[in-house]
């Protein structure tokens, strides 16, 4: 296990070099930099006539005329020695000040959704294997359908209508007024969570049907299978058998897809955040984009990606947890 | 120590109904064995799962089937009336009963070791706990044969060889004590040489623990070897019973005479192998008198496919059932 760990690890470092690459080519790919658009805000209107060379002073201040390679050295080696993403110039302060406390909303966010969404569809996806060809078993497998056709804006907004009318609750962003600029303590989070749970249920719900049917199509192989059989002609009580034997291979393709509800999570989390009037990152990394403030979108870039890669990386563990024979062909 | 009467299986279907186990009626005494042979879709395999009440859902057993086992514990007890969930249930699975399978690797779940699987069947049946259940383990791999016992019981199901893993699975069946064991085809996945040393393990085994068995197979060479008694099953019912010696030297029921004739011998090397013609019908189109008529040399027109022939007894638990073996004035047929 600890020689599989190793590896794995070895491997997210390196994907994560590798994609700290390609985010600040992609930083580099938009037309025009920073300097332009600070000559722009600056002088626009003001009847100044901005010659090349001021661009150019501009440029050399923020350090922005050195050579493409040169720059993302210096980025990744301040990132990793030093925690520094570098300057939010649109905000004239740090990357990391900007960043701040929004990276761990997100991934608040995101941790509740996934917690949520496996706790509904694994018991769920069971239960509808076990109890397969019943009216229950249709029922959910109507549900799940409504669940993947449903918009999920849609969802947001019949959900914040509801709970608006039923709990009164001012249920849009993450805190109550009083909260938004309180320090840290334990009625703001609790706060926090009475808030949560409406992004999450809109972001899970979808992947809840999904992983639903996955749950109940690999549960209904399994239990077909003579160690199933086996094991109950053995005398295994049939609640822990379900969840020994069939179970713990059922779930892997649960598992396996981690990364890719993470991913599906982070590409429609800026929509629900807008109907929401959450702060999250996706809103501002569509900012940074707007302003041409590349280092705040590389740290965006950087974190999200992040965050899937590392995730993948707790799948694979997770996988090779479950199954003994995973280590084998590593 | 287990009577079967009148066994019949159901099941519902989209289909329809359909009854692949008619009537089968036999019993195994304490410390014998008993062969069940017959083709792929006989009923052989359905009719010994019934007796663990292992068919899946859409099954169902006949109103007049009787299935009474003693136990170890002198108990009797009539599987035909245990509730699916119950408690007597789970004691009989494994502790009274036990089954192997044909596929070894697939009756392992690939994700526990070994020790882990037969350390649970031991602690569910005997109270003990985990180092006992361990040692017992350890000395029932030993008595199968695996060498290095203590360090195999650690190993995975897929870290042995095929034969390896059918010893690991007949001890993880008998870890538990069973005084019956159901075999079904436990050697027919294995090479002629390991399928040897697997039955004269089996055979000595049963004398050893004092064990009866039920052994399925399609191979009446194997069970020439290994059974006292066997019933030749063709499509859900018993066509043929009697002392394996009887039947296998005087077979009188054509079906018999042909599974015989099919069997590869150096003697007729130089001949074509004479396989039974034909398929074994589909249980949803089951011909009318006699099953076998459809594909009997011997088949009279206007009597076999037209009646069911009643079971003609013998002496010594020998009966056939077959038109041709009718003595219609003895009148001593038992439908």
Redesign the interface.
């Known amino acids: 296990m600890l020689r599989f760990t190793l590896e794995r690890l070895v491997g997210m470092v390196i994907t994560m070099a590798l994609v700290s690459v390609m985010v600040f080519i992609i930083m580099e790919i938009p037309p025009g930099d920073y300097a332009d658009r600070y000559a722009f805000r600056k002088f626009s209107g003001t009847g100044v006539s901005v010659t090349e060379a001021d661009v150019q002073a501009i440029r050399e201040d923020l350090g922005l005329d050195k050579p493409m390679v040169l720059r993302y050295f210096d980025w990744i080696g301040n990132i990793v020695l030093r925690g520094d993403f570098g300057q939010a110039f649109a905000f004239e302060t740090s990357v990391v000040k900007v960043i701040g406390d929004k990276v761990w909303l997100t991934l608040g966010i995101l941790l509740t959704t996934l917690l949520l969404t496996y706790a509904i569809s694994v018991p769920v996806g069971i239960y509808a294997a076990v109890k397969r060809g019943s009216s229950l078993d249709y029922g959910l497998t109507v549900f799940s359908y409504l669940g993947l056709a449903l918009p999920n804006f849609l969802l947001a907004l019949i959900l914040l209508y509801f709970a608006n009318k039923w709990f009164g609750a001012d249920i849009g962003g993450l805190f109550s007024p009083q909260y938004q600029d309180a320090p840290w303590s334990l009625g703001k989070l609790w706060d926090l969570i009475k808030h949560l749970w409406l992004p999450a249920v809109v972001l899970a719900w979808s992947a809840v049907a999904y992983q639903i049917q996955t749950m109940r199509a690999t549960m209904s192989d399994e239990l077909n ?3 199933v ?10 609640g822990k058998l379900l969840l ?2 069939p179970a ?2 059922a779930i892997n393709p649960i598992v396996s897809t981690i990364g890719f509800d993470v991913n599906r999570i982070f590409s429609e989390l800026p929509i629900v955040a807008a109907v929401l009037g959450l702060t999250e990152l996706g809103e501002l990394l569509l900012k940074a984009y707007l302003d041409l403030d590349m280092y705040v979108a590389g740290a965006i870039l950087l974190l999200l990606t992040f965050i899937i890669v590392f995730m993948n990386f707790v799948s694979d563990l997770l996988l090779a947890w ?4 995973i280590k ?1 062909g590593a | 120590m287990l009577t079967v009467e009148n066994l019949s299986i159901s099941f519902a279907t989209d289909e329809g109904r359909i009854t692949p186990v008619q009537g089968v009626s036999f019993s195994v005494e304490a410390g014998k064995t008993l062969g069940l042979v017959g083709e792929s879709g006989s009923g052989k395999s359905i009719s010994t799962k019934a007796l663990m009440r292992l068919l899946p859902g859409n099954a169902s057993l006949g109103d007049d089937t009787k299935i009474t086992y003693w136990a170890k514990d002198g108990k009797e007890i009539e599987i035909h009336k245990i509730k699916p969930k119950s408690r007597a249930l789970r004691d009989l699975r494994g502790g009274e009963i036990g089954m192997i399978f044909q596929e070894p690797m697939a009756s392992f779940s690939p994700v526990y070791t070994i020790g882990n699987q037969m350390m649970e069947a031991i602690r569910l049946h005997r109270k003990c706990g985990k180092r006992e259940a361990r040692e017992i383990a350890v000395e029932m791999l030993n008595k199968v044969g695996i060498s290095s016992p203590a360090e195999r019981i650690d190993q995975y199901p897929h870290e042995m060889s095929g034969g390896m893993r059918q010893r690991a699975m007949i001890a993880l069946a008998l870890s538990a004590g069973p005084a019956l064991l159901i075999a079904d085809e436990p050697t027919t996945a294995l090479d002629v040489t390991i399928q040897a040393q697997v039955l004269d393990l089996m055979r000595d085994l049963q004398r050893d623990l004092g064990m009866a068995m039920i052994f399925i197979t399609h191979d009446l060479g194997v069970i020439a070897q290994i059974a006292d008694e066997v019933a030749v099953m063709y499509l859900g019912t018993i066509v043929e019973r009697g002392a394996t010696r009887d039947v296998i030297r005087n077979p009188k029921h054509p079906y018999t005479q042909g599974l015989l004739k099919a069997i590869p011998s150096l003697d007729t090397l130089h001949d074509r192998l004479s396989p039974v013609p034909g398929d074994i019908p589909s249980p949803t189109e089951r011909p009318t008198g006699c099953p076998f008529h459809t594909r009997c040399p011997d088949f009279i027109n206007g009597i076999c496919d037209v009646n069911e022939p009643p079971e003609v007894g013998g002496d010594a638990g020998r009966s056939v059932r077959c038109w041709l073996h009718k003595e219609p004035e003895s009148g001593r047929s038992a439908a």
């Open positions: 299978r003579l160690s059989t086996a094991a109950r002609a053995r005398g295994v009580p049939e020994k034997y713990r291979l479950l199954d003994p024979r084998l």
